[in-house]
């Protein structure tokens, strides 16, 4: 988080407001020094609100801002390719649209020279990277979309059951819908810290280095991310981190909460691994994660790195978390994609 560096209600602007904001920048301008804080004030919560407020507000789109009825409602107690489509076709052009636009923004349009000193990691990212990248958040979007077919079937069948009209608890659907990103973060965080190396030590198998091994370390390949990186992730990896949907589902919530959070893992992802300070919207959080693997498994939100001790500022505070044990980028054994030295 860039902290008080842009207007806490931005999140809803984008990308407008972003885009205007680099125009009408100083080209003179210092980039300040980026930091990682364990935790959001009350500025990064307002902001993270705004941001949830904004996923919640596109879900309603979705399910409403449409001349059919949103197949939950009905449609789907039938298998039909009729209205299972729509929904994967929605979910891969927006992948398309907002990722690609976004990273052609910051690393191709005409302001990128302009852009550049707010880059995070100076090295820009690989071609191949951007394709690897891009092949699997296209996989991403299509889990996320099967996982919501699944649930408009149950809330079509009467399987699963839901809220189907919110002003019978209007308080109650506010509470979730502003707070989206803090209640799926501790899910973030236990799927995302299982599939890293436990480093238990003893005996006990390590359950996390065959996690990484296998599924975890197709994300970390982008060791300097982008837009497209944000969910470039094995299909079990994706499906996992696309499940906090189900949150709300046990407590019988409106379809509009599950797909705000859908939507919201998305989003979130795509804009917090930009890999640029603002006028980018890049979390130096995260992206200390992928520079040195080892720490920040979850998001300041939901401070849990800072109660269990894996919380690092800088990349030196990792030595301290480990102590003797291995860690860090020279611990982990996965290729990442080269980047391209500067001009």
Not at 45 to 68: E, G, K, P, Q, V
Not at 308 to 316: C, D, F, Q, S, V
Request: net charge positive; aromatic share 16%.
């Amino acid at each position: 988080m860039a902290g008080a560096a842009q207007p806490f209600y931005m999140p809803v602007l984008w990308p407008i407001g972003h885009v205007l904001s680099a125009k009408s920048k100083d080209g003179d301008e210092k980039a300040p020094v980026p930091v990682a804080t364990p935790d959001l004030d009350l500025w990064g919560n307002l902001t993270s609100i705004c941001a949830a407020t904004r996923s919640f507000l596109l879900a309603l789109a979705c399910i409403y801002w449409t001349d059919r009825e949103y197949p939950a409602f009905g449609e789907a107690k039938v298998w039909s390719s009729s209205w299972m489509m729509p929904i994967i076709a929605r979910n891969l052009i927006a992948t398309w649209t907002i990722c690609g636009f976004w990273d052609w923004f910051l690393y191709f349009s005409p302001l990128k020279e302009k852009l550049r000193k707010y880059k995070l990691n100076p090295k820009y990212p690989s071609f191949a990277q951007f394709r690897h990248d891009a092949l699997w958040t296209t996989s991403a979007s299509f889990m996320a979309a099967v996982i919501e077919i699944l649930l408009c079937r149950g809330w079509a069948t009467g399987a699963i059951a839901f809220q189907r009209d919110m002003r019978e608890t209007p308080m109650y659907n506010v509470l979730w819908a502003i707070l989206i990103t803090h209640w799926r973060v501790p899910h973030f965080w236990v799927i995302h810290r299982a599939m890293h190396p436990w480093k238990l030590g003893g005996t006990f198998p390590d359950v996390g280095k065959f996690l990484y091994k296998h599924v975890h370390s197709i994300h970390h390949k982008s060791y300097n991310p982008t837009a497209f990186s944000g969910t470039s992730m094995h299909w079990v990896e994706s499906t996992a981190y696309y499940s906090a949907a189900l949150i709300p589902v046990v407590f019988k919530c409106h379809p509009a909460i599950a797909l705000g959070c859908i939507i919201d893992c998305a989003v979130g992802a795509w804009l917090g691994h930009d890999g640029f300070q603002f006028p980018g919207s890049g979390d130096y959080f995260h992206q200390l994660h992928h520079q040195c693997f080892d720490c920040n498994y979850g998001a300041m939100h939901f401070p849990m790195d800072k109660w269990l001790g894996t919380y690092a500022g800088k990349k030196e505070d990792v030595k301290k978390i480990w102590g003797k044990k291995k860690a860090g980028a020279a611990a982990n054994e996965t290729p990442v994609h080269e980047g391209k030295k500067e001009d």
